[in-house]
Structures are given as C-alpha cells and as structure tokens.
C-alpha cells in the first residue's frame, strides 16, 4: 500500500523571541492548514471508529474526538503514530 504524503508549511516559525505565549489549542495555529480534516478523511476511509484508532495508538476515544474538532494540541510523536496507523506520512517544513 502507497503511503500518501501530508506535507504542513509554515508561515511563521515555531520557535520565536515573542515573549507572548505559544497558542493554547492547535485550532489556533494559523499553519495547522487542514491536516486534521485529512487525517479524520484517512481514518473514515479505512473504516475506522474514533476508538479503535485510538486503542491502536494507546490513545483514547476523547482524545480523537477532541483532535478531530480541533480542540487538541497534539505531540508530534502521537502525530505520528495516528499518520503511521492511517498509512500517512507527516512532513513537517519551516520556512
């Protein structure tokens, strides 16, 4: 099976000398530019259910649910254990 590549740019860099607080909640990030309705897309298209992705990943069912409405601020390791599990591939580019 083909893995497809998903490919996150950013406008701003992560790292930053702003003294204001990194964003809270992931929706907040202007650079999030829709990997998390194509990750919802890739789970749904293999037939998955929020929970058994997430016993897959040793995640829970909330958590989906709370990344999937964009209310999460996920690690990149858990990033990329839901790409992994989904057949995808996270690249991530700065600058």
């Known amino acids: 099976m083909k893995k497809r590549i998903i490919r996150v740019k950013l406008k701003e860099p992560i790292i930053t000398r702003d003294p204001r607080p990194l ?11 829709g990997l998390v309705e194509k990750l919802r897309a890739a789970r749904l298209n293999k037939g998955l259910t929020q929970a058994q992705l997430a016993k897959s990943v040793d995640s829970t069912q909330g958590f989906i649910s709370t990344l999937e409405n964009k209310r999460a601020n996920p690690s990149v390791g858990t990033l990329e254990k839901i790409a992994d599990k989904l057949g ?6 700065i600058g």
């Not at 964003?23 to 530019?33: A, E, H, L, M, Y």
């Not at 995808?88 to 580019?93: E, N």
């Open 88 to 93: 995808l591939t996270i690249t991530i580019s």
């Open 23 to 33: 964003p809270q909640k992931i929706s907040q990030v202007k650079w999030f530019g």
